[in-house]
């Protein structure tokens, strides 16, 4: 009786000690009046249920029958987080599903738009799913293409839980900064009647949240994937409260600015400017005082404060000892009294702190090995061993095989902030090395089972590639999950820039010819320098870097290409690439081939020749690719039209149409007809000096002899050649930097 009656109060003190627990949750605020839950759901201000509760009209959501709605798109939303700037819409699968009385295959094609919206697909929370025995399919954003190809081969167990690309499953990662997508199928890779009969119905292929998306054996045996998620795929959005602007221009204007709360502070994310409340503070940063402190002391078992005194200050707490004892260095506090019979008490805590520390140790130590062993493993897996052998063997070679530790610290961390680009292929981010060596540090995106165990023999290839054209690879980093690669920092800009940044800057012919040439130079020389040749995989304005006043191209971001494989019955199970620069071909048969890098480089070269964008996302449909502009105006006659201002004159206009027709023929639907990047970096060259030497262009005689005999010009006209053929001069070109 009497101990009940102890334990009543106490078991009273620890339900309210939950409560108080439970009641620390931040609580969802709105403004004064205004309705903040939905059915089970919070909507939190910048949020609100009509126009004067939500913090401007692209804020308003719908309430409808308990379930809310992102008004202009009519997107479910299942949660908002605004600690997280994140929230969590329910949208939608995409199947083809074949039907064995007609011999089709039925598509049901799924997209989002949230163009114009403060949405944008997070990167780090979600991931391309496809579905299927025998299928290659892709999201299509406004300007990537990535996808992959899922196949059944007998050999691969179909198990629960592990997703692999020869067991019916295969995944990617989606690219930063995608507000539009559409699921899309590649219809020569279907499922026959066989595949149907034996081992799926149907293939899907989903954007969707990593957390969520575990792979079961029924998703290919049944319709149950579809049944769960055709019309409720959770999808993890980020948000921001304006999307072009800077947290720098949103704090100019004072009336406008969303981060009201004191103890608040803006952050940019992939979706624009957005607020968060500062450190050791929680709450609603858009509201006035809405960021509160956080009782640290109230929560030991974040904030610890082991046998202290915890005191809560704002925006932080501090752990102290009572009077008469202090802080040991372990962070526990001992009595400093000297009396004798406290020696033995004395004694015992010290014993207690020694097997405390030598505990703790032990367990370090252990955790350090797991850790290293994990780092051996992945180094295994890429082909490591292989790579450090083959260089100890190779001396000389000024490659280096970093620690993950070292790049770590070179780059903050892989600090947001230290992003210089981001692809289909992945992040980069500048770092200093410990030499304050400045440096570009790739990091990859997954790469396919095949390729990781090949990563190390590329990468020894890679090394050694030296031309004065391509920006040097100095390492990699094979101890993480995805390989890293880290190269020479270029500082001066990307072609991209140097076209669109500032349309006031003159380009002359002269130097965007060279721009060219330099960079066919380039590729030609990695198409020819290994065997099997090094393809690059993603030649674009962005990837071409300019050094130095006179800009001089070096070609970036090969490393993340693959090695064109000998055996040409292997696909690349990853299909990734550029919008306006992809392939059409390699779209269709997922086979990377060094004709892909001459269609993408095609486009390069009307970029320079017109100073428009690859692609141009505010234009209407059939306008949008620049290839498809050109050649339309190449079929009318009309190239003068498209043509950049800056460099027409009737001057070179003969070696302006020469340029465009090799264009037109890197550009060519079928890959076997366009020329090798060989005889591009050639035709060039050969262009090129036509226009360094215009007097040669009055004399035949002269221009052929300069050419080499094997050039066809004839009668002073230059408009009728487009052969490729190799002249002996030029080809020396490739030998530059070698
Ligand atoms: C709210 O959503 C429902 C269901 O989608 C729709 O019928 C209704 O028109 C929407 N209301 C507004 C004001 O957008
Ligand atoms: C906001 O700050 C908290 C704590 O300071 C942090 O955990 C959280 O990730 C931050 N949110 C964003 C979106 O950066
Ligand atoms: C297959 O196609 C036939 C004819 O169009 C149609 O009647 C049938 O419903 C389809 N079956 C399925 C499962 O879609
Ligand atoms: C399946 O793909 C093959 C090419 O791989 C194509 O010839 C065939 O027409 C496709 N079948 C269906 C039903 O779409
Ligand atoms: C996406 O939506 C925006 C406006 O809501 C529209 O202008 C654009 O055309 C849409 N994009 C596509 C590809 O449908
Ligand atoms: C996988 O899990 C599902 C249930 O989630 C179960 O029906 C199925 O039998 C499991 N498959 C295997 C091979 O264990
Ligand atoms: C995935 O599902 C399997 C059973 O189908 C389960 O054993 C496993 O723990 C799940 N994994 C995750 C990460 O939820
Ligand atoms: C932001 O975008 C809006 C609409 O797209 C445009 O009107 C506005 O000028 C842009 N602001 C800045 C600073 O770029
Ligand atoms: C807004 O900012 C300007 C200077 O940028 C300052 O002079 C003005 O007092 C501010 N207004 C308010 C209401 O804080
Ligand atoms: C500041 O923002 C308000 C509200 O969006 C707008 O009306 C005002 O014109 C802006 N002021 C400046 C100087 O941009
Ligand atoms: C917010 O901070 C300012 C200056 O830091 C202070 O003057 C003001 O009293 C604070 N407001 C509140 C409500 O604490
Ligand atoms: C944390 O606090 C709880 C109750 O407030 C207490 O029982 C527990 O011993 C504390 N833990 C530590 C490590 O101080």
Not at 35 to 43: E, P, S
Not at 56 to 75: A, E, I, M, P, Q
Not at 133 to 153: K, P
């Amino acid at each position: 009786m009497e101990f009940a009656r102890l334990l009543l109060p106490c078991l009273c003190l620890v339900l309210v000690a939950v409560c108080v627990l439970t009641a620390a949750d931040v609580p969802v605020v709105g403004l004064p009046g205004c309705t903040t839950r939905c059915g089970h759901i919070d909507v939190p201000y910048p949020y609100g249920l009509d126009e004067g509760c939500a913090i401007h009209s692209d804020f308003v959501l719908n309430c409808s029958t308990t379930k809310l709605f992102y008004g202009k798109t009519n997107l479910e939303i299942a949660k908002i987080s605004v600690q997280d700037n994140k929230a969590w819409f329910r949208t939608w699968a995409s199947r083809q599903c074949y039907n064995q009385s007609t011999n089709q295959n039925i598509y049901d094609d799924a997209w989002l738009n949230t163009t114009d919206t403060p949405f944008v697909l997070s990167a780090d929370d979600n991931t391309i799913v496809v579905l299927g025995c025998n299928s290659l399919a892709y999201m299509i954003g406004e300007t990537y293409v990535i996808g992959c190809w899922s196949s059944c081969d007998n050999s691969t167990p179909i198990v629960n839980g592990s997703c692999n690309s020869n067991a019916g499953c295969c995944q990617a990662d989606v690219p930063t900064g995608v507000r539009y997508y559409r699921g899309y199928f590649n219809p020569l890779y279907n499922n026959s009647d066989q595949i149907w009969k034996t081992k799926t119905p149907c293939n899907y292929v989903a954007v969707m949240d990593t957390a969520v998306f575990n792979f079961s054996t029924t998703y290919l045996t049944s319709t149950v994937f579809y049944d769960t998620y055709s019309n409720n795929t959770p999808v993890v959005m980020e948000w921001a409260i304006r999307s072009n602007i800077s947290c720098a221009e949103a704090k100019t204007n004072n009336t406008s600015y969303a981060c009201v709360s004191n103890n608040s502070e803006c952050i940019t994310n992939d979706a624009g400017y957005a607020c968060n409340c500062s450190k050791g503070y929680q709450g609603n940063p858009y509201m006035i005082n809405g960021c509160t402190d956080i009782d640290e002391c109230s929560n030991n078992a974040t904030y610890p404060c082991t046998a202290g005194i915890c005191e809560n200050t704002p925006g932080s707490y501090t752990c102290s000892c009572p009077r008469g004892q202090s802080m040991s260095s372990d962070g526990v506090c001992k009595k400093n009294q000297r009396l004798t019979w406290m020696a033995l008490v004395v004694g015992a805590s010290i014993g207690l702190v020694v097997l405390v520390v030598t505990i703790t140790c032990a367990y370090l130590t252990h955790e350090r090995r797991k850790l290293k062993h994990i780092k051996q493993k992945y180094f295994r897996q890429h082909g490591g061993l292989l790579l450090f052998q083959e260089m100890r063997s190779q001396q000389g070679v000024s490659f280096k095989i970093f620690s993950e530790e070292e790049l770590q610290q070179a780059t903050n961390n892989f600090a947001e902030k230290e992003v210089i680009g981001h692809g289909g292929q992945g992040k980069v981010y500048k770092g200093v090395l410990k030499s304050s060596t400045e440096v570009a540090v790739k990091r990859c995106m997954t790469i396919g089972e095949q390729q990781k165990k090949e990563f190390g023999k590329e990468m020894l290839i890679l090394s050694q590639i030296n031309h004065r054209n391509i920006v040097k690879l100095l390492g990699c980093c094979l101890e993480v999950e995805v390989p890293v690669l880290v190269y020479e920092f270029i500082p001066n800009g990307t072609l991209f820039h140097l076209l669109h940044g500032n349309h006031t800057r003159h380009i002359s012919l002269d130097t965007r010819l060279r721009i060219a040439c330099e960079s066919a130079e380039a590729l030609a020389y990695l198409h020819s320098c290994a065997s099997p040749p090094i393809l690059h995989g993603d030649v674009k304005s962005t990837n071409i870097l300019l050094n130095g006043d006179l800009l001089t191209a070096k070609v970036s971001d090969f490393g993340a290409s693959i090695l064109a494989s000998s055996d040409e019955s292997q696909f690349v199970t990853l299909v990734q690439g550029t919008r306006g620069y992809l392939d059409p071909e390699y779209m269709q048969t997922s086979q990377l081939t060094d004709k892909s890098d001459v269609y993408s480089f095609g486009v390069v070269l009307l970029e320079l020749l017109t100073r428009k964008m690859a692609i141009n996302v505010k234009a209407p449909e059939n306008e949008k690719c620049l290839s498809m502009v050109f050649l339309c105006a190449m079929k009318e006659n009309k190239l003068e039209d498209i043509i950049d201002c800056d460099i027409k004159d009737d001057e070179n206009a003969e070696l302006l149409e020469e340029i465009a027709e090799t264009a037109r023929h890197c550009l060519d639907m079928c890959g076997v007809n366009r020329p090798s990047m060989k005889e591009v970096a050639e035709q060039l060259d050969r262009l090129r000096k036509v226009l360094q030497h215009p007097w040669a262009h009055k004399d035949p005689e002269e221009l052929d002899s300069l050419l080499g005999e094997s050039s066809s010009v004839n009668s002073g006209s230059l408009v009728t050649t487009t052969s490729f053929s190799i002249t002996k001069k030029v080809a020396m070109g490739l030998e530059i930097g070698r």
